[in-house]
């Protein structure tokens, strides 16, 4: 995706690069590696067996070797860095509901700093998935669509998000704090050397256009508001319907970017996945929350619960 890099570097599976330029073949590198996983021609080589430990990196006398994300968070500091980007988290080809209140919230933050509001889309055949992006506020859609992200991992999620980010150096990211937001997400933060506040309740631009981070904090007694001045992008994941829904704008447009997925060598893949057979309601999307305590007495009374909730629901 970035080209100039591609150009500069071997890049390989593990997420090591080796800058061609710099790398004089001394194979200092490779003595220190304890997997012997590199190999030295002209240049080092770092094959699958590599586990990202660094000794190459601290071994290099050249500045040679860099772990995706430790080298180019070098260069995301926040003179250079503009847009807010949103996670758009989709389930077999459906949105999920936060990723359209994130695109909302995303939207104020957005024309509060005077810049571009964009999604980024991944999974296999989820293309039709953009027009409602851009519906809900969206500017720029980034579609990454694979056959190889038709199933979310981390590994191959963050790979891929990881690189756009790099590429294109957004100010602000967003995400839903769902079992995948809080799951890969951090991943990413970690591999950009940047940071990241998680479960967010509010968010908000101060005069100095920083990202305000609110989230509960001491088992909810305070509320803590966290900033990132240093570091880009400023990462937040947003707890699911703390912000409000949007109404969307059909026929609104905006710009579809393509992106390649050219990732290989993962080491982990998904087998299958195995849907929960349950008739009770997602709580995180749930619009009422019923709930029963010691109160009760006995578990036949939860009965009452069951019929007040079914009550509730209609």
């Given amino acids: 995706m970035n080209q100039d890099n591609k150009q500069d570097t ?11 330029e710099k790398c004089t073949g001394c194979g200092n590198c490779a003595d220190a590696c304890p997997f012997g996983a590199i190999l030295v021609d002209d240049t080092a080589v770092i094959g699958e067996g590599c586990n990202l430990c660094g000794a190459c990196v601290d071994a290099c006398d050249f500045d040679a070797i860099y772990i995706l994300g430790k080298k180019e968070a070098t260069l995301t500091g926040p003179d250079d860095s503009r847009g807010v980007w949103v996670y758009a988290e989709q389930r077999e080809g459906v949105l999920a509901p936060v990723s359209m209140e994130l695109l909302g919230e995303g939207r104020r933050l957005a024309d509060i700093l005077g810049c571009s509001l964009s999604a980024v889309l991944m999974g296999h055949q989820v293309a039709g998935l953009a027009d409602t992006l851009f519906a809900f506020g969206a500017d720029v859609v980034y579609l990454a669509d694979h056959p190889d992200l038709e199933g979310f991992t981390d590994e191959r999620y963050s790979a891929v998000l990881t690189e756009l980010i790099t590429e294109h150096r957004p100010n602000v990211v967003l995400a839903g704090a769902t079992a995948v937001g809080r799951s890969f997400i951090p991943h990413v933060a970690a591999k950009l050397g940047t940071g990241l506040t ?6 908000d631009i101060d005069a100095q256009n920083l990202l305000l981070q609110t989230r509960p904090a001491f088992g909810g007694n305070i509320m803590a508001t966290i900033v990132c001045p240093e570091r880009r992008p400023q990462m937040a994941t947003v707890r699911p319907r703390v912000m409000k829904r949007p109404a969307p704008q059909p026929g609104r447009k905006g710009q579809l970017v393509q992106v390649a997925f050219n990732h290989i060598g993962f080491k982990t893949s998904l087998l299958e996945v195995v849907q929960e057979l349950s008739d009770q309601v997602n709580l995180a999307e749930a619009d009422i929350i019923v709930t029963g305590g010691r109160g009760l007495q006995s578990a036949k009374n939860f009965q009452l619960i069951y019929e007040l909730a079914a009550v509730s629901a209609t």
């Fill in 10 to 20: 071997n890049q390989t599976p593990t997420g090591i690069f080796v800058d061609k």
């Fill in 198 to 203: 998680a479960d967010c309740t509010g968010l």
